[in-house]
């Protein structure tokens, strides 16, 4: 009775109850009833005691049976129990079976949220490994970028230490042609025009240019800024050709052949013709048909014999076509200068051999074609004529390097 009660009072505080609760809850109220019942009946079959202590005699408690069976009321209460015995029986049954399958339920739901717990791990993981991997991307790039920022301030610092005062006024002051005024070169020099005073030199048995000088330049290995390079040694320009068919410009661009020189008297506008070559849409074209895998750079130098003395010297020729490849092809000057390149805040000035071993690594390391146009080789200082013949020999020695050189007739250049 005690139980069924406390049953009754723990249901009564919940809020909602399963239908096998609210039948376990009948269940007991109606056994609390019974067993009231039983109590009390019960309580009719005591029998009270004498005064003098003594109990009554068990026949008076026989005839009390004997008509409470009459009534049928034990009987009854019997069947009510047997009755609620069986319910109870039921219920626990489907309690069991509720509860069983609960468990079924609940242990698979835990496996559920285990399994998705770990595809949520697993998620996470390759979210921070995707945000790892941007991270260290973003780190990358910033470094990458941070090097090239300091590569770049490094070239140009070692561009801006090959610039000199006067290094592109001599061209500034020289005429430009018109732009069809010397494209009759392409179709050969044989008959230049009749008011042209230019003497133009391809190779040719009788005359001195171009693959001519091959002779006197195929013996000097010397690299210039060299103590026999610094010797006043005036080669005399001349000799044998070699190539005999080469009569027109454009097919000395497209040959093998490394050296044109055009020679002609002061004032016949040698220079103009100069110009004209290193800007000329037909001399690309003829250049890079000749070396259809290399990148073509066209380098120049106007020598002036009213510049600056140092304007007038080998080293500045040197500064000079180096300022404009690597102005061209910044990159190179990562390997073609290294040593500069690790102290480019260096003040050390540009030797002739620091600058002639840029050019000829860049020559022959790099896919590049050098196109060089040296104008003025007489208005050169004559202290240096020497080291400018030394200089163009190994121009002329290095591989896809073509040279185009004016001057006036000077004995020194033939």
């Known amino acids: 009775m005690l139980g069924s009660r406390n049953l009754l009072d723990s249901a009564s505080k919940r809020s909602a109850t399963s239908k096998a609760e609210t039948a376990v809850i009948k269940l007991a109220g109606r056994c609390e009833e019974e067993s009231k019942g039983l109590i009390e009946l019960l309580a009719k079959l005591k029998v009270p005691a004498r005064p003098d202590g003594s109990k009554p005699k068990l026949k008076a408690v026989q005839v009390v049976l004997k008509t409470m069976l009459k009534n049928g009321e034990l009987e009854s209460r019997q069947r009510k129990l047997k009755s609620l015995e069986r319910q109870l029986c039921v219920v626990r049954e489907s309690q069991d079976q509720e509860f069983a399958s609960l468990k079924i339920i609940l242990d698979q739901h835990g496996k559920d949220v285990v399994t998705r717990v770990l595809d949520m791990k697993d998620e996470v993981q390759k979210s921070l490994e995707k945000l790892q991997a941007t991270v260290d991307a973003g780190f990358a790039n910033i470094e990458r970028h941070r090097v090239s920022v300091e590569e770049k301030i490094k070239i140009d610092c070692i561009i801006d230490s090959l610039k000199y005062t006067d290094m592109g006024l001599r061209k500034t002051m020289i005429t430009d042609a018109a732009d069809d005024q010397y494209q009759w070169a392409f179709g050969g020099f044989e008959q230049p025009p009749e008011d042209d005073r230019h003497t133009y030199r391809p190779p040719d048995a009788s005359n001195s240019g171009s693959d001519s000088v091959q002779s006197s330049f195929a013996n000097t290995s010397t690299t210039p800024g060299s103590d026999a390079a610094s010797e006043d040694n005036q080669s005399d320009v001349g000799g044998d050709s070699t190539d005999e068919d080469l009569n027109n410009l454009e097919d000395w661009l497209k040959s093998d052949s490394s050296l044109f020189w055009i020679c002609g008297l002061p004032a016949s506008g040698k220079s103009t013709v100069m110009k004209f070559l290193q800007r ?26 009213a510049g600056s003395p140092y304007q007038r010297s080998c080293l500045a020729m040197l500064q000079n076509l180096c300022y404009q490849l690597l102005h061209q092809r910044r990159a190179v000057a990562i390997s073609a200068c290294e040593e500069r390149f690790a102290r480019p805040q260096s003040k050390r000035d540009w030797t002739v051999s620091e600058l002639w071993a840029m050019i000829s690594s860049i020559a022959q390391v790099f896919d590049v074609k050098l196109f060089l146009v040296i104008d003025g080789l007489d208005e050169c200082a004559e202290k240096e004529h020497g080291l400018l013949l030394k200089t163009l020999a190994t121009f002329y020695a290095l591989p896809n390097v073509k040279l185009v050189v004016s001057s006036r007739p000077w004995t020194v250049f033939q």
């Open 280 to 305: 000329n849409d037909s001399v690309m074209a003829a250049l890079e048909q000749s070396a259809p895998e290399r990148q073509v750079f066209v380098l120049k130098h106007y020598f002036w014999v």
